[in-house]
């Protein structure tokens, strides 16, 4: 790897301001080479008790108002400790759960004694970041004078609105819960999300000796990378492809519901109830913020955790596009390829405009509240919000893809002959009665093309509807009869008709013509033939 000097980098730092750029990239030195490192972008874990805002309940589980003295399980019968909310060396508020302690004095929130059995002793942590977080490692919650006999660890992912349980805590947890003793190690790939309860961090084994209560991330990782988190990419290829494995891992709060305090590995004693509480110097959250893959980074802004969103996205989590950038091409960035992933970054209004609109338009609208683009100003005489379809009036040539400019042939439907300017998908026009044609500028047989702002009318005489008696048709609108005869199609004799026949010599009189006389005066003209 090259070695950067310091004018390349100063342009390169120049250039990811510019461009897009697919990779989150941070100037590595690694084995005392200086070089960029990729990376799919999310930003760095902290412990996120620094930024944690804790809420106790009920109100008054904190102890020290009234001030109260309490025992400790190793020596039941020292009860010389005090707690008094009002002296900052004797009180215990909660922020000392997440404090950084200094000179290794530890510091503890600790809750009023259990004076009053049977009544249970409650207590409710509930941790708040108002920002969806990746949990990263274990978390881990710190006991002094004992781990709870039984807790449940919740969740929630939408900033306490909804919660589910993380993992459930006890001494027998088939007496507690209802559910068998399970282990993370018994987790395989295909459950490594189960809901579990485990006795591993309830049993007494001392008040000194463990003092922790874990809900284990990293042996969950481990299922997917081996023992000593070699293989990153096997987890971030699961993180990809498994539904709800990322939700795992995921919450905007976190909650401990103390159900059962520290018993000293026997049953309760009811003649010293001082010995019972729960005290809690630290809660670890190894977390980074959720940005969807699209930030590298993550401050405070009015209190309230911020991704600093790339890729043309914005929000809390970078979960849309910013106002610029059409809403519908969001996507959260992917670990994918390894190890670099894909950006997918927000399109910018102006190049999604092109295909957004099969090229018949460059300029966009978006309605926000649905969600959709909208293209403005169709051309090429294309209509429709994605100009996908032809103008009234146009037909879509099929042989031609959508984005060509000579998509929409238009119907030339012939004003007389049509009866809308407006055609089929096939290009057919709607003909009057007697037009024919896809253009209806032609007339089916016995019609006949009388000229614009007529079109077809029917023909009075023609090859099948002929003169008689020797007239002649004369174009197609009337017969131009014989001397004698009369009517449409002359079929009348005049002479017979006044009764003067018998002075003519009928020479004109075809044979023909004298059956058809028949058939039209009956029996009076029958004796004539
Ligand atoms: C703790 O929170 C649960 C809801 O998760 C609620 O039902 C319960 O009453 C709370 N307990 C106390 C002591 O506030
Ligand atoms: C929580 O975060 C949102 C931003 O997503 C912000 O609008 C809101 O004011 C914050 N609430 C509190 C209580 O800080
Ligand atoms: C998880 O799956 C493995 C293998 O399929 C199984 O042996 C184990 O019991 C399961 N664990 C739980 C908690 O269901
Ligand atoms: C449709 O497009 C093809 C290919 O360019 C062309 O040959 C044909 O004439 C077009 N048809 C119409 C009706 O314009
Ligand atoms: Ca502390």
Avoid at 288 to 310: G, I
Avoid at 428 to 442: F, T
Avoid at 489 to 506: A, M, P, R, S
Wanted: charged residues 20%.
């Amino acid at each position: 790897m090259e070695r950067l000097k310091p004018l390349p980098l100063l342009l390169l730092l120049v250039a990811m301001g510019q461009c897009q750029y697919d990779t989150c990239r941070t100037f590595g030195d690694l084995e005392a080479e200086s070089r960029w490192e990729f990376a799919a972008c999310q930003p760095p874990p902290t412990n996120m008790k620094e930024v944690m805002q804790i809420r106790v309940d009920p109100p008054g589980v904190t102890c020290g108002n009234p001030p109260e003295r309490f025992c400790t399980l190793d020596n039941p019968y020292l009860c010389s400790d005090e707690c008094d909310a009002s002296s900052p060396d004797l009180s215990h508020p909660p922020q000392l759960m997440g404090d950084r302690e200094r000179g290794g004095l530890i510091t503890y929130w600790q809750t009023v004694t259990w004076s009053k059995y049977p009544v249970p002793l409650l207590a409710n942590i509930t941790l708040s970041w108002n920002k969806s977080l990746e949990v990263v490692d274990d978390l881990v919650v710190t006991f002094e004078y004992g781990r709870p006999t039984s807790m449940v660890l919740e969740k929630s992912l939408d900033k306490g609105v909804t919660w589910q349980p993380y993992q459930f805590y006890a001494d027998d947890c088939m007496d507690t819960f209802g559910m068998p003793p399970k282990r993370v190690s018994d987790l395989a790939p295909s459950n490594v999300t189960r809901v579990i309860c485990t006795e591993q961090y309830s049993r007494w084994v001392g008040a000194k000796e463990e003092k922790t209560v874990v809900f284990e991330v990293r042996a969950r990782f481990q299922v997917f990378t081996g023992p000593k988190l070699i293989n990153m990419d096997a987890l971030y290829t699961r993180m990809e492809t498994t539904k709800g494995l990322r939700d795992f891992f995921t919450f905007t709060n976190i909650r401990l519901r103390l159900l059962r305090p520290a018993l000293g590995g026997t049953y309760v004693q009811r003649d010293n109830l001082l010995k019972y509480f729960y005290a809690i110097s630290n809660i670890d959250i190894p977390a980074r913020c959720q940005c969807n893959l699209h930030a590298s980074s993550c401050s405070p802004r009015d209190a309230t955790l911020m991704c600093d969103c790339e890729h043309n996205t914005g929000g809390q989590d970078c979960e849309r596009c910013n106002s610029e950038f059409t809403p519908s091409s969001w996507r959260p960035g992917t670990f994918l390829p390894l190890p670099k992933g894909t950006a997918n970054a927000c399109e910018a209004a102006q190049t999604t405009a092109n295909c957004e609109c099969n090229a018949h338009s460059n300029r966009c609208s978006f309605i926000d509240f649905l969600n959709v683009v909208t293209c403005v100003s169709c051309k090429h005489n294309t209509r429709g919000n994605r100009c996908q379809y032809c103008r009234l009036g146009y037909y879509r040539n099929a042989s031609l893809a959508l984005e060509d400019q000579n998509v929409c042939v238009e119907c030339e439907c012939d004003a007389s002959g049509s009866s809308s300017p407006h055609c089929s998908q096939s290009g057919s026009c709607q003909c009057k009665e007697g037009a024919a044609g896809r253009r209806c500028d032609s007339c089916l047989p016995g019609y006949m093309w009388r000229g614009a702002g007529v079109g077809c009318t029917v023909n009075v005489c023609d090859e099948t509807r002929t003169c008689q008696n020797g007239g002649t048709c004369v174009d197609f609108v009337s017969c131009e009869c014989p001397k004698d005869f009369e009517g449409a199609y002359c079929e009348q004799n005049v002479c017979l008709k006044k009764n003067t026949c018998l002075g003519d010599d009928g020479s004109s009189a075809s044979p023909v013509t004298s059956r058809l006389v028949v058939l039209s005066l009956g029996l009076l003209v029958f004796a004539f033939s």
